[in-house]
């Protein structure tokens, strides 16, 4: 499996979201996209999930071309998008069973699944009865349980509080250790797209800044070596220089 | 799954558990106290009146001579008469009338063409009255239970299907796309996310046209009718029996608030996994 976005472009009305957008993503890598809230970087998933097409340039997956949403690309919202209605097992039974997996079998790889982000014992609950984390979990459990090529992650744990993010992001990690899975993810937190990503790409106004290769072994951690240097790096990159300016001025403020 | 919650709310006893060890007296257990009270007013009210007369005592009966009254109008046979074919009269109407709303929804939410077609149409008759429509449907289809099955019916359809329609317009898209990323076809989108997704709107739909439909029924009853509730009201005026127009309106509320109870039900089944509210808001 490899994805290609080559030389693509999006506008609404005559703002340009994206120009020239040029990335690969290799099979078993975890690509984190980075940048501030409206730099694009949603809008970039959003195409390569098939949601929008690309007003120039194209995205391909192993030379074909992305014409609409497929299962072999799974998603995972912020808002978790779980259907309330559905028990957290036929939630993630909903993509093997569409996928004319035979009921039972559904059920299983569902149970699978479940057990794989630690909540079987909330298989028989709705959505609605479960925290914004194990919601999220059992969102990353459907998406896997699809069987996808590649996952999409819109900023999964945005709407987490903080120590739940930090957990979410451990478990994150063990899962792709265990399966190795080819994920594309979008955040705006450097400490996680640091802690998580093979690569990091920094988006900036539309474009690609720079695109960061994380070299420290797994699993991370915030004293890990290099982490702090590649956390600042990449900071400096996303930062505008107005906004050093006034953010050392700030810090002299405090102090 | 909540019901241990609930029960506690609802105030049902369950037996072997004392319920006044568990909480404090609460005025809030006693939902039949209110009316009561109502009726016990209404009978001094009228009592007095009997016997100061601010107008004429004919004209609000108390309440425990219409009990009496009622009594004896049920020996003749008709109370069960008119409550068994008004039933039998709004339950095929306002049936008929939610299946065709449904089946109309999902019709026009599915295919662009016959919204295209439909919907102006509907908006140009949706909002005239159905109960204008009687005369005209007696005159064409008689005085059967035909009009007035179809008077019902069409009251019921038209809010259902305006509801229902909202309902499948505002299903949340990262819904559809996570269906989509999933490998979901577009039928099964449909089948399992846009239908399931729209349901709890179609029922909010029906709740809110059952007292149309209610409205229908005894219009249509007092129009042209020889039995059922609204029959009652006018056989009364004609013999000016003001006692059994009392009778009769009563039983209309009562049958309402069956109905009513029986549709929350449902939708208390069906949407068990919705929560919200004050109640969850704030559990006390």
Same mark, same amino acid.
């Given at each position: ?255 | ?55 004429? !005592?004919?004209?609000? *009966?108390?309440?425990? @001579?219409?009990? #009496?009254?009622?009594?004896? &109008?049920?020996?003749?046979?008709? +109370? =069960? ?114 239908? !399931?997704?729209?349901? *709890?709107?179609?029922? @909010?739909?029906? #709740?809110?046209?059952?007292? &149309?439909?209610?409205?229908?029924? +005894? =219009? ?65």
């Amino acid at each position: 499996m490899k994805l290609e976005v080559s030389n693509v472009g999006k506008w609404f009305g005559d703002r340009a979201i994206l120009e020239n957008i040029n990335l690969t993503v290799n099979e078993h890598e975890f690509i984190c996209i980075l940048g501030h809230s409206g730099c694009g970087k949603s809008t970039l998933l959003n195409m390569v999930a098939g949601y929008l097409t690309p007003d120039q340039g194209e995205i391909t997956v192993d030379g074909n071309l992305i014409d609409g949403p497929s299962k072999s690309r799974g998603m995972v919202f912020q808002d978790h998008a779980l259907f309330p209605w559905m028990t957290v097992l036929d939630n993630i039974a909903f993509g093997p069973e569409v996928q004319k997996m035979s009921k039972s079998q559904a059920k299983e790889t569902a149970l699978h699944f479940l057990k794989l982000v630690g909540l079987e014992q909330y298989a028989s609950h709705h959505p609605g009865e479960l925290s914004g984390g194990m919601k999220q979990r059992v969102g990353i459990a459907r998406a896997l349980a699809g069987q996808p090529d590649i996952l999409l992650m819109d900023e999964p744990f945005g709407a987490l509080d903080v120590l739940t993010r930090e957990m979410m992001r451990v478990e994150l990690q063990k899962i792709c250790s265990k399966l190795k899975p080819t994920i594309l993810f979008v955040t705006h937190s450097i400490s996680e797209a640091v802690y998580l990503a093979d690569r990091v790409v920094v988006m900036k106004h539309g474009a690609i800044a720079e695109i960061f290769e994380v070299g420290i072994k797994h699993p991370r951690a915030s004293h890990s070596a290099g982490f702090g240097d590649m956390m600042s790096r990449i900071e400096h990159v996303l930062m505008d220089e107005e906004q050093h300016l006034e953010l050392a001025t700030a810090k002299v403020g405090v102090v | 799954m909540k019901v241990t919650k609930t029960v506690a709310i609802g105030g049902d006893t369950v037996p072997g558990k004392p319920v006044a060890a568990r909480k404090p007296f609460s005025i809030q257990q006693w939902t039949i106290i209110p009316s009561i009270l109502f009726f016990v007013l209404w009978e001094i009210f009228s009592r007095i009146n009997g016997s100061i007369k601010f107008f004429n !005592p004919n004209f609000l *009966p108390a309440p425990s @001579v219409l009990f #009496q009254e009622a009594i004896e &109008l049920a020996k003749t046979g008709i +109370i =069960v008469d008119s409550i068994v074919s008004s039933t039998i009269r709004i339950m095929i109407g306002f049936t008929l009338g939610c299946i065709a709303a449904l089946v109309l929804g999902v019709l026009m939410s599915k295919f662009k063409s016959v919204e295209f077609w439909l919907s102006p149409v509907l908006n140009l008759v949706g909002p005239i009255p159905g109960l204008a429509l009687l005369p005209l449907f007696i005159i064409w289809f008689g005085i059967g239970e035909f009009p007035k099955v179809l008077l019902i019916a069409w009251t019921t359809f038209i809010p259902v299907l305006v509801y229902t329609l909202d309902g499948f317009k505002s299903v949340p898209s990262t819904l559809v796309r996570s269906a989509l990323s999933l490998g979901a076809s577009e039928r099964q989108i449909f089948t399992k996310v846009m239908l !399931p997704s729209a349901f *709890p709107n179609f029922l @909010v739909g029906a #709740q809110v046209s059952l007292g &149309l439909s209610f409205g229908a029924l +005894i =219009v249509s009853e007092m129009m042209g009718a020889k039995s059922g509730l609204g029959y009652i009201i006018v056989d009364a005026r004609n013999y000016f029996k003001i006692s059994n127009m009392f009778i009769a309106i009563i039983l209309i509320g009562l049958e309402y608030s069956l109905f009513s109870y029986l549709l929350k039900l449902v939708e208390r089944r069906v949407l068990a996994w919705r929560r919200g509210g004050l109640r969850e808001a704030v559990q006390k």
